[in-house]
């Protein structure tokens, strides 16, 4: 339960900071403001598979670490 | 534009949530019939939209335990390079072959809303490799994945969808982890919430190398579709779901309808 917990809260604290930037873009008019706000929310569940990597490898799981890290490389470098 | 946009996405998203079969398959024909949006702008500004409501839901559903993180994992390495696939030939199909595409999966999702969930089958034993360990216990009984390479390979065409129409193809994958995979459905649905995410993510970041997220677009479409989504998943054990799932069809339906004219036309 603990990833779970760990992974709500990555969740959460992403959508909440894309929003931040979208509403001052949104304010201001900016669009580099309001992509950097869709940069955030694009990137989140990119960091939702990092932090599994990392409690992966915390708990010696490291098939999974693979399974995880393998997803990020794959959109990064595609 | 940006009021109307935001009240229509808000409804979206609201009587997607509530129907239980998402807003993201409505969003694209409201914006390239209703707004006259480029087909291609409207997959990615979509895909924003299926994030937003992906992670709001999936924050929302793993507090509960029902997904199954491991499984999510292992189907994400099929999804998102099939999410990366569409995404990268959706330019090079001709516009009325992806709308026609887009038509079929209306039809499916309004018949999966008409005939209502599907009723849980019993399922064969073809469990999944010991040394994943994809086994998991639900209201107190450990229970087995069945049919993993077979739900591995499906859920590679569910994310080349979801990259190629901008949608989170969320009734595909229910349907591929409940009736395949042997998946009770409050795990199937939140497991797929999860999965959903990080594919239309996938499939974004394409679209944004290629310049097609348009931030006035997304802007609107994304707090509206974010806030109807998130009031439906409040209002869903206090509204009578069945008729607003059978309006929310019928709509469905008659967007499959007007993009079947569209092509043909």
């Known amino acids: 339960m603990k990833m779970e917990r760990l992974l709500e809260y990555i969740l959460r604290l992403g959508l909440a900071l ?7 873009g949104g304010i201001s008019g900016s669009i580099p403001w309001q992509e950097f706000g869709i940069l955030i929310l694009l990137l989140t569940p990119l960091l939702r598979n990092l932090a599994s990597a990392i409690l992966y490898i915390y708990n010696k799981n490291y098939l999974f670490t693979f399974i995880t890290l393998i997803t990020v490389l794959i959109i990064l470098f595609a | 534009m940006s009021l109307i946009l935001f009240i229509v996405s808000f409804l979206a998203g609201l009587l997607g949530s509530l ?9 694209v024909p409201l914006l390239v019939y209703g707004f006259g949006v480029d087909l291609l702008h409207a997959v990615a500004a979509s895909l924003v939209a299926v994030v937003a409501t992906s992670l709001t839901t999936t924050a929302n559903l793993l507090s509960r335990g029902f997904t199954h993180l491991r499984l999510c994992f292992v189907l994400e390495t099929a999804a998102v390079p099939g999410a990366i696939f569409g995404a990268k030939i959706a330019p090079s199909i001709p516009t009325h072959w992806i709308a026609l595409l887009f038509a079929l999966v209306l ?4 018949i999966v809303g ?8 019993k399922v064969t034993n073809h469990t999944s490799p010991a040394w994943l360990d994809l086994s998991y216990t639900y209201l107190g009984k450990k229970e087995e994945v069945h049919r993993l390479f077979g739900g591995w390979l499906l859920m590679g065409g569910g994310g080349i969808l979801s990259g190629l129409l901008g949608i989170g193809s969320g009734s595909i994958n229910v349907l591929i982890l409940e009736r395949l995979m042997g998946l009770p459905l409050p795990v199937a649905t939140a497991t797929s919430s999860a999965m959903i995410g990080m594919m239309a993510s996938a499939a974004g970041w394409t679209y944004w190398q290629r310049h097609l997220m348009d931030p006035q677009l997304i802007l609107p479409l994304f707090p509206g579709v974010f806030c109807g989504a998130w009031l439906g998943t409040y209002l869903i054990s206090r509204l009578q779901v069945k008729t607003i799932r059978i309006v929310f069809s019928s709509l469905v339906l008659l967007m499959g309808i007007r993009m079947l004219v569209g092509v043909i036309a």
């Open chain 1, 18 to 24: 894309s929003l931040i930037p979208l509403i001052i």
């Open chain 2, 19 to 27: 129907s239980g079969l998402g807003g993201g398959v409505v969003i």
């Open chain 2, 107 to 110: 039809f499916y999702v309004a």
């Open chain 2, 114 to 121: 008409f005939r209502g969930p599907p009723k849980p089958i």
